[in-house]
């Protein structure tokens, strides 16, 4: 049978494969039949192909020798994969499966099947693709993914699921599902019911679910759970986690931000880039008045319209747009409402690309905090009673006088104005009443003074008057017209009364450069007009100042010496004019100091009163004199001692328990103590002065009356008051005899005594001459120079022993 004839008999053989096949003789390894699969595979007609050698169509070295196998007869099957080239060159991968069969009796042959393996190839390519491409897409994800297989065995994870878990380096590279899942158990805060959940949720396949979990870190983790799905059935199950330990953390953020923005007691409004409000808070809406529907969608504009600054708005954008912020005080004009302070802080909110996103908008009323500000100015600045500048105030504007004063050369006085006697109205009306009058002297004091002039209170009755641009004959004037301002009576709650002042004057810069030098000066001053019997004005002079200094001194040393045991007492016999016999001593002070010498009494004297120190000198005399007395007393010689008693010392409250105290303690007989009180003392609180002195006459000692005729004498106090002596001030006996009114007074004197039964003591005799006259008037007994002066203890004792009265 001839070639042709079997390729006829196998080409309807090969037709009918699906796939490409050939017949190929097995001697010369031509192409005998193909069917169009195999021609279409190749890209030639099957009548070119037909003759052809196999081995043209092969594509690579190894099909030369498969052929040579094959023409060997070393298979009678062969199946491989390989490649086939095209007429154009391409090779082509196929699956080849060479068979022999027989053609013919005589004719053995091949058929060569072939399967086109690119699709396939493509497909794997496509697949391997999707493959890579999914495993990026696990990678990448934020979320960390776990899947799971219908029996829970670990398919797969990526590595953000093991960086959410923390997964240890020995999971990551040998794969354990036990010890896995110990790990995840180990990690959440609480194990248990995290292993329930995945329990219950493996009993139902195709259950979506969610929750979150708590792990041991802090950290706060999103879990959702999916059903995988093969051709309609449940293949396993996909978790995935997300961290939203963030979201959580910004959630509550925005919570509270959202309760700030509600609570807030700061106006808040939001607007859009074009400054039309979106949103505002409930304060907002209290401050403006209106209402969050009103609000919305209104011009930022509108809410802090100024009629007096039309370009508020548009340098606050500008500055918005240029600085992203804005802060500063405005005023809110709305409406009927009043004009209202405002606060205001105002930024914008811009995107990643610096577009602007919003505008936000916070303010507060300033109307309470202004108002406070200016209280507390006012109580900073100003006196609370009055309302007057306080020295602080008066500080700043002389400051601002004195630096002008500088510059141009000129003038001021200041005014030192302290109101005389006002402790009195405030003792016996009260301090409610005192602080009437001193807002009425205040307000009269302000009439004399011009819109430039200043009036300080400093406290208590102390005002400074700052007289700006004022010369000497300004401040004169100027301090007339407050005396002649305060002259005028006085009338309060249905009283009248009046009420002086003394003023003290300080120029400058005559007197002083500095606001306090020139107050301390005037203060001088003014006490120099008290000193003068009040109600005037002085200028300051500098011996005032050296004057101040020196009773600073004095007072000093004076404290010194008390605590040095520098003062002694002197004793100032007093002799009976009828018998010449001594019969009391006065018990004076005297100060020795080894800088200023002997210091005279009527020098530290005064200064003691009016320092207060009078009272610690006075009580200390009373200590010594009753402690001499009691001497004498012991050794026989039994003699009065009389002291001086002050108004303060009298004035103090346990005086009567300190004069009991000294006699009781010293053992003295009450009677040999007598106290010199003055005039002034039993007028200034008669009611008082009476229950006191007859506490004291209670004790038995001997009261009198001292410097009798200088003081306010009132024949009432002496008839009422236990008084039993009289002592004629010197004054009235220098005279003696040739002054007539001196022997008037005298006589006068020694008469009313008589009549009511009192001693008189005539002080200050001198000359012979004079006692005589006082022994012709019956003065009971005298002292003074014409017997002895003042003697240290000793030396009166001695004149004591030779002096004492003979014993009845």
Same mark, same amino acid.
């Given at each position: 049978?001839?070639?042709?004839?079997?390729?006829?008999?196998?080409?309807?053989?090969?037709?009918?494969?699906?796939?490409?096949?050939?017949?190929?003789?097995?001697?010369?390894?031509?192409?005998?039949?193909? =069917?169009?699969?195999? &021609?279409?595979?190749?890209? %030639? !007609? *099957?009548?070119? #192909?037909?003759? +052809?050698?196999?081995?043209? /169509?092969?594509?690579?070295?190894?099909?030369?020798?498969?052929?040579?196998?094959?023409?060997?007869?070393?298979?009678?099957?062969?199946?491989?994969?390989?490649?086939?080239?095209?007429?154009?060159?391409?090779?082509?991968?196929?699956?080849?499966?060479?068979?022999?069969?027989?053609?013919?009796?005589?004719?053995?042959?091949?058929?060569?099947?072939?399967?086109?393996?690119?699709?396939?190839?493509?497909?794997?390519?496509?697949?391997?693709?999707?493959?890579?491409?999914?495993?990026?897409?696990?990678?990448?994800?934020?979320?960390?993914?776990?899947?799971?297989?219908?029996?829970?065995?670990?398919?797969?994870? =990526?590595?953000?699921? &093991?960086?959410?878990?923390? %997964? !240890? *380096?020995?999971? #990551?590279?040998? +794969?354990?599902?036990?010890? /896995?899942?110990?790990?995840?158990?180990?990690?959440?805060?609480?194990?248990?019911?995290?292993?329930?959940?995945?329990?219950?949720?493996?009993?139902?396949?195709?259950?979506?679910?969610?929750?979150?979990?708590?792990?041991?870190?802090?950290?706060?983790?999103?879990?959702?759970?999916?059903?995988?799905?093969?051709?309609?059935?449940?293949?396993?199950?996909?978790?995935?986690?997300?961290?939203?330990?963030?979201?959580?953390?910004?959630?509550?953020?925005?919570?509270?931000?959202?309760?700030?923005?509600?609570?807030?007691?700061?106006?808040?409004?939001?607007?859009?880039?074009?400054?039309?409000?979106?949103?505002? =808070?409930?304060?907002?809406?209290?401050?403006?008045? %209106?209402?969050?529907?009103? #609000?919305?969608?209104?011009?930022?504009?509108?809410?802090?319209?100024?009629?007096?600054?039309?370009?508020?708005?548009?340098?606050?954008?500008?500055?918005?747009?240029?600085?992203?912020?804005?802060?500063?005080?405005?005023?809110?004009?709305?409406?009927?409402?009043?004009?209202?302070?405002?606060?205001?802080?105002?930024?914008?909110?811009?995107?990643?690309?610096?577009?602007?996103?919003?505008?936000?908008?916070?303010?507060?009323?300033?109307?309470?905090?202004?108002?406070?500000?200016?209280?507390?100015?006012?109580?900073?600045?100003?006196?609370?009673?009055?309302?007057?500048?306080?020295?602080?105030?008066?500080?700043?504007?002389?400051?601002?006088?004195?630096?002008?004063?500088?510059?141009?050369?000129?003038?001021?006085?200041?005014?030192?104005?302290?109101?005389?006697?006002?402790?009195?109205?405030?003792?016996?009306?009260?301090?409610?009443?005192?602080?009437?009058?001193?807002?009425?002297?205040?307000?009269?004091?302000?009439?004399?003074?011009?819109?430039?002039?200043?009036?300080?209170?400093?406290?208590?009755?102390?005002?400074?008057?700052?007289?700006?641009?004022?010369?000497?004959?300004?401040?004169?004037?100027?301090?007339?017209?407050?005396?002649?301002?305060?002259?005028?009576?006085?009338?309060?709650?249905?009283?009248?009364?009046?009420?002086?002042?003394?003023?003290?004057?300080?120029?400058?810069?005559?007197?002083?450069?500095?606001?306090?030098?020139?107050?301390?000066?005037?203060?001088?001053?003014?006490?120099?007009?008290?000193?003068?019997?009040?109600?005037?004005?002085?200028?300051?002079?500098?011996?005032?100042?050296?004057?101040?200094?020196?009773?600073?001194?004095?007072?000093?040393?004076?404290?010194?010496?008390?605590?040095?045991?520098?003062?002694?007492?002197?004793?100032?016999?007093?002799?009976?004019?009828?018998?010449?016999?001594?019969?009391?001593?006065?018990?004076?002070?005297?100060?020795?100091?080894?800088?200023?010498?002997?210091?005279?009494?009527?020098?530290?004297?005064?200064?003691?009163?009016?320092?207060?120190?009078?009272?610690?000198?006075?009580?200390?005399?009373?200590?010594?004199?009753?402690?001499?007395?009691?001497?004498?007393?012991?050794?026989?010689?039994?003699?009065?001692?009389?002291?001086?008693?002050?108004?303060?010392?009298?004035?103090?409250?346990?005086?009567?328990?300190?004069?009991?105290?000294?006699?009781?303690?010293?053992?003295?007989?009450?009677?040999?103590?007598?106290?010199?009180?003055?005039?002034?003392?039993?007028?200034?609180?008669?009611?008082?002065?009476?229950?006191?002195?007859?506490?004291?006459?209670?004790?038995?000692?001997?009261?009198?009356?001292?410097?009798?005729?200088?003081?306010?004498?009132?024949?009432?106090?002496?008839?009422?008051?236990?008084?039993?002596?009289?002592?004629?001030?010197?004054?009235?006996?220098?005279?003696?005899?040739?002054?007539?009114?001196?022997?008037?007074?005298?006589?006068?004197?020694?008469?009313?005594?008589?009549?009511?039964?009192?001693?008189?003591?005539?002080?200050?005799?001198?000359?012979?001459?004079?006692?005589?006259?006082?022994?012709?008037?019956?003065?009971?007994?005298?002292?003074?120079?014409?017997?002895?002066?003042?003697?240290?203890?000793?030396?009166?004792?001695?004149?004591?022993?030779?002096?004492?009265?003979?014993?009845?």
């Amino acid at each position: 049978m001839n070639e042709r004839a079997v390729a006829a008999g196998w080409s309807s053989l090969v037709e009918a494969l699906i796939e490409p096949a050939w017949i190929v003789d097995a001697v010369t390894l031509r192409i005998l039949a193909v =069917n169009a699969a195999g &021609a279409a595979l190749i890209g %030639l !007609p *099957e009548q070119e #192909l037909r003759g +052809r050698p196999a081995v043209e /169509l092969t594509a690579s070295p190894e099909d030369l020798y498969f052929w040579e196998d094959v023409a060997a007869g070393l298979s009678d099957s062969i199946r491989s994969d390989t490649l086939v080239r095209s007429i154009d060159g391409v090779a082509i991968p196929v699956e080849r499966s060479v068979r022999r069969v027989r053609l013919s009796a005589d004719a053995p042959g091949f058929l060569v099947a072939l399967r086109d393996l690119r699709p396939q190839q493509a497909a794997q390519e496509q697949l391997e693709t999707l493959l890579a491409e999914l495993r990026a897409t696990l990678e990448s994800t934020a979320d960390g993914i776990l899947a799971l297989d219908l029996q829970g065995g670990v398919r797969n994870y =990526n590595r953000r699921f &093991a960086e959410i878990w923390e %997964l !240890p *380096e020995t999971l #990551l590279v040998q +794969r354990d599902d036990a010890a /896995l899942f110990a790990h995840l158990a180990a990690r959440v805060e609480e194990p248990e019911a995290y292993q329930e959940r995945l329990q219950f949720l493996a009993q139902f396949p195709l259950l979506e679910a969610s929750d979150t979990l708590r792990l041991r870190s802090g950290r706060s983790i999103e879990r959702v759970s999916l059903p995988q799905y093969s051709r309609g059935q449940p293949t396993g199950r996909v978790f995935a986690f997300r961290d939203i330990t963030q979201t959580i953390d910004a959630q509550a953020r925005l919570r509270l931000a959202a309760r700030v923005f509600e609570s807030s007691l700061d106006a808040i409004f939001i607007t859009d880039p074009q400054y039309r409000l979106l949103a505002a =808070n409930p304060a907002c809406e209290r401050l403006t008045g %209106l209402v969050q529907a009103q #609000l919305v969608g209104s011009p930022a504009q509108s809410m802090f319209q100024d009629p007096h600054d039309q370009g508020l708005f548009g340098r606050v954008r500008q500055h918005l747009q240029a600085d992203g912020y804005w802060e500063g005080e405005v005023e809110r004009h709305s409406g009927a409402q009043p004009a209202r302070a405002v606060q205001v802080s105002w930024v914008l909110s811009r995107d990643e690309a610096g577009a602007v996103q919003h505008s936000i908008c916070f303010f507060r009323d300033l109307t309470e905090k202004l108002a406070a500000q200016h209280r507390i100015e006012t109580l900073a600045y100003r006196d609370v009673l009055t309302g007057l500048p306080n020295r602080l105030l008066l500080t700043q504007r002389v400051d601002f006088a004195l630096r002008m004063a500088e510059r141009n050369g000129g003038a001021f006085a200041v005014l030192f104005l302290d109101l005389d006697r006002f402790k009195n109205i405030n003792d016996s009306m009260g301090h409610a009443f005192g602080d009437r009058v001193l807002v009425e002297v205040a307000e009269r004091i302000k009439m004399c003074l011009r819109e430039v002039d200043t009036l300080c209170r400093l406290g208590g009755d102390e005002f400074v008057v700052f007289l700006q641009e004022a010369d000497a004959h300004g401040a004169e004037t100027g301090a007339q017209r407050i005396l002649q301002a305060l002259s005028r009576p006085f009338e309060i709650e249905g009283m009248s009364f009046s009420v002086g002042c003394s003023i003290g004057v300080a120029l400058y810069p005559e007197d002083g450069k500095t606001l306090n030098d020139l107050i301390q000066f005037a203060d001088t001053a003014m006490y120099r007009v008290k000193e003068h019997g009040r109600g005037n004005f002085r200028f300051y002079q500098p011996q005032m100042n050296v004057d101040v200094l020196s009773r600073m001194k004095m007072d000093h040393a004076m404290r010194q010496a008390m605590q040095s045991q520098r003062f002694r007492l002197f004793y100032q016999p007093q002799i009976d004019l009828a018998s010449g016999a001594l019969v009391a001593a006065e018990a004076l002070a005297r100060w020795s100091d080894p800088e200023l010498g002997e210091v005279s009494p009527t020098v530290f004297i005064p200064l003691a009163e009016e320092t207060g120190f009078i009272i610690t000198i006075g009580n200390w005399v009373l200590q010594q004199a009753v402690q001499q007395a009691r001497a004498w007393q012991q050794a026989g010689m039994p003699v009065t001692v009389s002291i001086n008693v002050s108004a303060l010392q009298f004035q103090q409250a346990d005086f009567v328990e300190r004069v009991e105290r000294a006699v009781r303690e010293s053992g003295l007989r009450p009677g040999l103590l007598e106290l010199e009180l003055t005039e002034s003392i039993l007028l200034k609180d008669a009611k008082e002065a009476l229950a006191r002195l007859h506490q004291l006459a209670a004790l038995g000692v001997a009261l009198s009356i001292d410097d009798f005729g200088t003081g306010y004498s009132s024949l009432s106090y002496l008839k009422r008051f236990p008084i039993s002596k009289l002592k004629i001030d010197r004054s009235f006996v220098t005279g003696l005899p040739d002054d007539e009114g001196d022997r008037a007074i005298v006589s006068a004197t020694i008469g009313m005594a008589r009549a009511l039964k009192l001693d008189v003591v005539a002080e200050g005799v001198e000359t012979e001459a004079q006692r005589r006259y006082l022994q012709e008037q019956h003065c009971a007994s005298y002292q003074g120079y014409l017997c002895s002066p003042a003697l240290p203890a000793e030396a009166f004792e001695r004149l004591l022993r030779e002096r004492l009265p003979a014993p009845v």
